[in-house]
């Protein structure tokens, strides 16, 4: 079993839908969540971090954390084609001192 | 922009060589962690250096190294290249090291590394 495990898509959704991304992840232990953007060519960017259960909100980001059921997912609402581009579910552990990455989710947005 | 700079940007090299890749960390930031992305994978962690000391590492083997400056910068070093080797390099920085739960982790532009 992979430690962080993401649909590696595509997903495909219309202009100014709701795409949401999902993540999981084997480590009970996990205590912070991170979304990451990466267009093709380009280095990660951060979106947004989540430490505790419950949804956390920003702009046209929701990301939600469930710790029992090790998921973390990130809606994106209103979605736009510059919205495009792979999502990297990020999870660090109680001890060490690493991110441990998903392989990403390759999002399209569709005019 | 992070803030975080990594040099040089793309390079090519030769099985059998050794490569050296740059990073300067954000300003204020003491911790710099090195990760390797193959194509379509997520970054891979090499190793973290804080304060100058290594603080972890992955599961790459010891032609691997690196170090920190005492202005938190950092060098990765790869000796014997293999065709592999061949991905982005990330440098990330952050502050902290100890490893707490708020660590946030910024990541430069990559050096594209390409081994023929």
């Known amino acids: 079993q992979k430690e962080v495990e993401q649909n590696s898509g595509p997903l495909s959704v219309p202009e100014g839908a709701i795409a949401s991304l999902n993540c999981t992840y084997s480590d009970r232990g996990s205590q912070s969540f991170f979304w990451y953007r990466q267009y093709s060519g380009k280095s990660p960017e951060l979106i947004m971090s989540?430490?505790?259960?419950g949804d956390k909100e920003d702009g046209r980001f929701t990301a939600q954390l469930n710790k029992a059921s090790q998921y973390v997912s990130l809606l994106i609402r209103d979605s736009q084609p510059s919205d495009s581009a792979t999502y990297l579910c990020a999870v660090k552990r109680n001890y060490g001192q690493n991110f441990v990455f998903g392989p990403g989710t390759r999002l399209s947005v569709l005019p | 922009e992070t803030g975080v700079t990594q040099s040089p940007t793309h390079l090519i090299k030769t099985r059998g060589q050794q490569v050296t890749l740059r990073c300067s960390s954000q300003s204020g930031h003491n911790t710099v962690s090195w990760y390797q992305q193959a194509l379509g994978q997520g970054p891979q962690f090499i190793f973290q250096?804080?304060?100058?000391?290594?603080?972890g590492r992955g599961n790459f083997p010891p032609r691997f190294s690196g170090l920190q400056f005492p202005n938190y910068s950092s060098e990765l070093n790869v000796n014997a290249l293999e065709l592999d080797d061949s991905a982005l390099y990330l440098c990330?920085?952050?502050?902290?090291?100890?490893?707490?739960?708020?660590?946030?982790?910024?990541f430069g532009p990559g050096t594209r590394l390409l081994v023929l």
């Open positions: 990330a920085s952050s502050s902290g090291g100890s490893g707490g739960a708020g660590e946030t982790q910024y």
């Open positions: 989540i430490y505790s259960n």
């Open positions: 250096y804080y304060r100058e000391e290594e603080n």
